[in-house]
């Protein structure tokens, strides 16, 4: 990665920003420092080293999806403040 070179200016076309001349040159350093610590990490070598796919272990916390009791629907609108034809009526909130 060394020796590469950071097109600013295409950078700054396809971001659609203007930098000044001092944003540039700042801009253009703090990049040049970014590929630096690139090529640092691209000589450690890896050579057996799993890939890390997430920073933490996930695991499934999620319980089995078994069918259980159901409601009737009498049950279930029993407390529904308004029911037409075995269904909740909301108000209007669209014209």
């Known amino acids: 990665m060394t ?3 950071v097109d600013l200016d295409r950078i ?3 971001c659609r920003i203007e930098l000044t001349d001092d944003e540039k040159r700042t801009l253009t350093q703090q990049l040049d420092t ?3 610590y690139l090529d640092q990490i691209q000589e450690v070598d890896i050579e057996g080293v799993e890939p ?7 695991c499934d916390v999620l319980r089995e999806d078994v069918p259980g009791e159901n ?13 037409r034809e075995h269904q909740i009526t909301v108000p209007r909130i669209v014209d």
Request: glycine residues 0%; without cysteine; hydrophobic residues 40%.
């Open 52 to 58: 890390l796919y997430h920073s933490v272990e996930a």
């Open 3 to 5: 020796n590469q070179h």
């Open 12 to 14: 700054m076309q396809l």
């Open 71 to 83: 409601f009737s629907v009498d049950e279930a609108l029993q407390n529904a403040p308004d029911t």
């Open 34 to 36: 970014m590929l630096h």
